[in-house]
Nanobody, 122 residues
Framework: QVQLAESGGGLLQAGGSLRLSCAAS????????MGWFRQAPGKEREFVGA????????SIADSVKGRFTISRDNVKNTVYLQKNSLKPEDTAVYYC???????????????WGQGTQVTVSS
């Protein structure tokens, strides 16, 4: 069982930067692929990116490639989502998730956090 808790959301202006964190419980954090997803109002939850257990491989959605990066610290049991050059369309609730393979599919992840709101004003 893995429990996830996101933090770092907030309100900021377009062009700004923000780093989200997701802290995980348990001693097997490094075994899990960690993913980030987001859900804007009235839209389906979409894949943002994912990182392998070792941190050696990442996958980033085309919509945010070049602006968002994912990293992890397996000592701190934390995964990060660094977001730069934010746009109003990045406004969403951001979720982290734990799974066993890097995939953009929601079904590939077994554990989810509660989400953190990010609002980008123009």
């Amino acid at each position: 069982q893995v429990q996830l808790a996101e933090s770092g959301g907030g309100l900021l202006q377009a062009g700004g930067s923000l780093r989200l964190s997701c802290a995980a419980s348990g001693r097997t954090f490094s075994r899990y692929v960690m993913g980030w997803f987001r859900q804007a109002p009235g839209k389906e939850r979409e894949f943002v990116g994912a990182i392998s257990g070792s941190g050696g491989r990442t996958s980033i959605a085309d919509s945010v490639k070049g602006r968002f990066t994912i990293s992890r610290d397996n000592v701190k049991n934390t995964v990060y989502l660094q977001k730069n050059s934010l746009k109003p369309e990045d406004t969403a609730v951001y979720y982290c998730a734990a799974g066993t393979r890097i995939t953009p599919s929601l079904n590939g992840y077994d554990y989810w956090g509660q989400g953190t709101q990010v609002t980008v004003s123009s």
